[in-house]
C-alpha cells in the first residue's frame, strides 16, 4: 500500500511555484495576486482560507484578505466583487463557500470576472472544462489529477467510481477522468444518494473517488483488492481526546480499506493540501496569461 502523500506532493509544487515567481520577479514582471472573499465566521471557512493566505506568502504571492460580517447583504458583496473583477492588480480571486442562507450562491458565482475565476467555478470555466478547452480547473479536482499523475498512478481504461455528484468535486472529477488527459482515459461511474447497490459498483472499481462528506462511510468490504482510493472527505467529529475537541475524518474508513489498497490518500494530508497548491497554481496561470 502506497500512501498518495498529498502533504508533501503539495509542498513539491509550493516550491516549483515560489521558484516561478522568483523567476517573474527577477525579470521585472508582476507579482500574482490572490484576494479572498470571507462572508462571516464560519469555523471551517476561517481555516480555509487562512491557510491559502498562509500558502501565497509562502510562494511570494501578494494577498488580500476580505473579511465581511454575516449579515453583508447580497448586494454589497458583489460590489465587492465587481470592485475585485476591476482592480488590475488581483489576478485572480475566490469567495470562500458556503456563504450565509440570504446570499443567492449562484449569482456570486457568475458574478466573478472568468478570467480572474481562480476556483474554476463560473460556468464559463466548466463549460470550457467539459469541452477540454484550456480553463481554471477547480482546485480539487486539479489536485487530484495531480497527485495521481504525480505518483503515476494507471488510470487509462480503468474503472473510475466517484461518490458525489457536487458541483465543485463529483461532477468535475467525473467529467475529467473521463477526458482523454494525464491521469484520464477511464471509464467513469458516478454515484450519488439515489444510486442503488452502491457497494456492487464499488466492488468493481479500480479507483475510487469518495466525495460525500459521510465520515468513514466507504469501509473495506465495499472494495476489492488492488484498489486505488482517492478520499477527499474533510467532517470535524467530535472527539474528546483533541485539544480542539474534533478530529478530521474522511469518507473512508482507513483501518479497513488501506489493506487492500495499492495507493490511497490519508485524511488529513491528502487531498486537503493538494486542493491549496492547484488555486496557487491557478492564480500564477491568471498572472502569466495577463501579461
Ligand atoms: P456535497 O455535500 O455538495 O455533495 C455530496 C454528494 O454526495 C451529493 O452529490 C450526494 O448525492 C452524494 N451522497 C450523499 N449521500 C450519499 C450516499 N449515501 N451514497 C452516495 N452518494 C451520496 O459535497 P462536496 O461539497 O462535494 O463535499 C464532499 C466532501 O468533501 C465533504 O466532506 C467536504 O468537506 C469535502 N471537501 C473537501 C475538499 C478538499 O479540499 N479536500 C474540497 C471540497 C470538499
Not at 5 to 29: F, H, M, P, R
Not at 251 to 269: L, M, N, Q, Y
Amino acid at each position: 500500500m502506497i500512501i498518495l502523500d498529498g502533504k508533501k506532493t503539495s509542498s513539491d509544487i509550493k516550491v516549483e511555484i515560489a521558484e516561478s515567481v522568483k523567476q517573474l520577479k527577477i525579470q521585472g514582471k508582476k507579482t500574482p495576486h490572490l484576494a479572498a472573499i470571507l462572508v462571516g465566521t464560519d469555523g471551517a471557512s476561517m481555516t480555509y482560507v487562512t491557510s491559502k493566505v498562509k500558502a501565497c506568502e509562502l510562494v511570494g504571492f501578494n494577498s488580500t484578505l476580505i473579511e465581511l460580517p454575516e449579515e453583508t447583504s447580497e448586494e454589497k458583496l458583489l460590489n465587492e466583487i465587481e470592485k475585485l473583477n476591476n482592480n488590475n492588480d488581483i489576478d485572480g480571486f475566490i469567495v470562500q463557500l458556503p456563504l450565509p442562507k440570504h446570499i443567492d450562491e449562484q449569482k456570486v458565482v457568475e458574478a466573478v470576472n472568468p478570467t480572474k475565476d481562480v476556483d474554476g467555478f463560473h460556468p464559463t470555466n466548466v463549460g470550457r472544462m467539459a469541452l477540454d478547452l484550456p480553463c481554471f480547473l477547480p482546485a480539487t479536482p486539479y489536485g487530484i489529477l495531480e497527485l495521481l499523475e504525480r505518483y503515476q498512478v494507471e488510470t487509462q481504461g480503468k474503472h473510475v467510481v466517484v461518490i458525489g455528484r457536487s458541483h465543485i468535486v463529483g461532477r468535475p472529477m467525473s467529467i475529467l477522468m473521463s477526458q482523454k488527459r494525464k491521469a484520464g482515459d477511464a471509464t467513469v461511474t458516478i454515484a450519488h444518494s439515489r444510486t442503488k447497490n452502491l457497494k456492487e459498483l464499488t466492488l468493481q472499481a479500480d479507483i475510487i473517488v469518495a466525495a460525500l462528506g459521510i465520515p468513514e462511510f466507504l469501509t473495506g468490504d465495499m472494495v476489492k483488492q488492488g484498489v486505488t482510493i482517492i478520499d477527499v472527505g474533510i467532517t470535524r467529529v467530535g472527539d474528546a481526546t483533541k485539544k480542539s475537541g474534533y478530529r478530521l475524518a474522511g469518507d473512508v474508513h482507513f483501518e479497513s480499506v488501506s489493506p487492500k489498497s495499492a495507493f490511497i490518500t490519508p485524511v488529513p494530508g491528502g487531498v486537503g493540501p493538494m486542493t491549496i497548491a492547484m488555486l496557487l497554481k491557478n492564480t500564477l496561470l491568471a498572472c502569466e496569461l495577463k501579461v
